[in-house]
Structure formats: C-alpha cells, structure tokens
C-alpha cells in the first residue's frame, strides 16, 4: 500500500469512529467558551448592580445627614433668639407726675439764697 492509501484508510477509519465528524471539537470549545463569557457577564453586571445601589444607598445616607444637620442648626439658632429675646428685658417707665403740676423750668432743687462768693461784689 501506498501512503496515499493509507492515509485514506486511516482517515475513513478516524471519521467513522467520530460521529459527529471533525467540526465537533472547535464547536464544543466554542460553546463552553460562550458559557463561560455569559458566566462572567453575569458576574460583572451583578457587580455593578450591587456597586449602583450601595452608591444610592450612600447618597440618600448623605441627603438624610445633610437634613439632620440642616434641621439641627435652625433648632440651635432659633434657641438661641430665644434666649437672646429672654436676656432683653422691657424696662417701663415709671409713673410719673401729670406735666401740669410740675415746674418744666426748675431742673435742681433749690439750697437757699443765691450768694456770691466771697470777695467779690455784684453791683
């Protein structure tokens, strides 16, 4: 026999024992390949997911802190005008004399007779 031959022989004898012929090795590859990058695909966009949501987590975390804050600092200040408003007291002014009985001129109490001093004469 010649090589030709037997290389014919050998390749009817090979195709027979495969059924599914010569193309089923690369297409099996291929296809766990594909399962394997879907795998992956699904792992990542559930990384994303997860990451997107503790990230909303973490902004509605920073909303409510900022309210909090907001909300205790007006409490502080408005405190605060209170007890500067309680500090302030309201002085009234005493009941006084009806004008009328009173001498608007006279602004000091009266000692006596007006002297002069001593050693000068008024004319």
Known sequence: MTTAQKLSTTSRRTRKKR??????????RSDLLLDKTQAR??????????AQAEAQGRRNLDRSEHL???NTLEFV?????RERDDKILMHRPRHAEPL???DTHQT???RGPATAPEGRADS
């Open 19 to 28: 059924p599914y012929g010569s193309s089923t090795k690369p297409k099996i």
């Open 41 to 50: 695909l699904e792992d990542v966009q559930r990384e994303i997911d997860g």
């Open 68 to 70: 909090a804050l907001r």
């Open 77 to 81: 200040r408005e405190q605060e005008a």
């Open 100 to 102: 009328d009985n009173v």
């Open 108 to 110: 000091r109490a009266c």
